[in-house]
């Protein structure tokens, strides 16, 4: 090994994974945005709570930068070492520690999947109720640090709703143990909540006690049709008066063209400009309720038409319109947005947006969908086959400063769930006073004195 402060750190723990090769170090030292060249010093895959601890110290003695490590399926560059930071991967810490049936509570190790944890709640009649598309490699520890939302937040809440203790190995090396699973604890700061949605910048999150709840009641998954934005958020209206909502997303006739040329199955004919999938429990009232509304959004003018599934096959085959998008965009290389908004800003909030995105983008392709029901906008910009990366990343850079002064105006904010990381850090002033700013930097000074868990991330 050349470099003899990992040789150091080789030599105090012997069991420790380390690699210094070139696949491996491009493979963890990027995420789900491939913008920034990936530049690794090395990769640290510990394999357990005490190994984490001694890199933490090891590298607080060497000054060196360290890049907490999930599934790396983030799109804002919070995962990303582009300056020869070391990559601690939680990849190996992927057990399951206990399971509480009093409590209702899983303890996990951070590196396991999103979908490992749904299993594992599976397994004891219970659910563990976040969930989004990237289930299958994204890590719970990651989930945390940008407190994940995805496609239940109407009815579940976002991960921070589901955390009930975490054990976290702060800057200094130091291992605390946060609320340890209670319900009721006033007893002062909750530094759980500081850590979760941290990103990584106040301590590396080894484990989490999760909380889990009963399944929920059988449900029903519809298409629907729309004729325009403002039928989009009428309905919305209608369909949460009428029914237990688990779920409320939208896509336009754009996404949906990209996500059937990806493999996806067209389940409306006709052109539609938008589209909502949604989810409800579904006893016999409930689907009396639900047609119901449907039909009243049809005599409104608000439904152009619709479906409902008709066996799970069906239901999965709607899901995948929505769920399979960001796949689908991904070859065009996209400029992300993720925004959200108060639901009672919304309707003027699409109108101006709208506007402007249609004069400052005339050339490029812009796909929007999202979490409508939790004021939850992705709008995808789609890189032009003829312009580089650089010149396409100027360009949108210069509409998302207008996006996020709009954003200010309406109250919103410039990242709803995918974090800050690297791609949004000029705009956090948009959804953050400098004051709020200034106490933020004064809580990661405290929690990591010398700087060194994801520099350069959240605040730039
Ligand atoms: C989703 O809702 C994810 O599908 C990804 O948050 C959004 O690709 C995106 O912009
Ligand atoms: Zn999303």
Redesign the pocket.
Known sequence: MTDARLAELADRLPNLRLLTDPADLEHYGRDWTRRWTPKPLAVVLPGDVAEVQVIVRWANAYGVALVPSGGRTG?SGGAVAANGELVLSLERMNRVLGFDAVDRTLSVQAGMTLHAVHEAAQSHGLIYPVD???RGSCSIGGNIATNA???RVIRYGNTREWIAGLTVVAGNGELLQLNRGLIKNSSGYDLRHLLIGSEGTLGVVVEATLRLTDPPPPSQVMLLALPNMDALMEVFGLFRSRLNLQAF?FFTDVALKHVLAHGAQRAIEGEHPYYVVTEFDADEAAQDAALAAFEQGVDRGWISDGVIAQSEAQAAALWRL??G??ES?APHR?Y???ISLRISALPLFLHEIHQLLGREYPHFEVVW???IGDG?L???VLRPEALSDEDFIAQCEHVTKLLAATLERHGGSISA??GIGLVKRAYLRSTRSEAEIALMRGVRQVFDPKGLLNPGKLFG
Request: proline share 4%.
């Open positions: 799109l989004f598309a990237a939302g995805g496609i997303e929505r769920e998008i960001t965009l996209p992300k947005n993720d969908f999202g979490h939850n992705h709008i995808n769930e995918h």
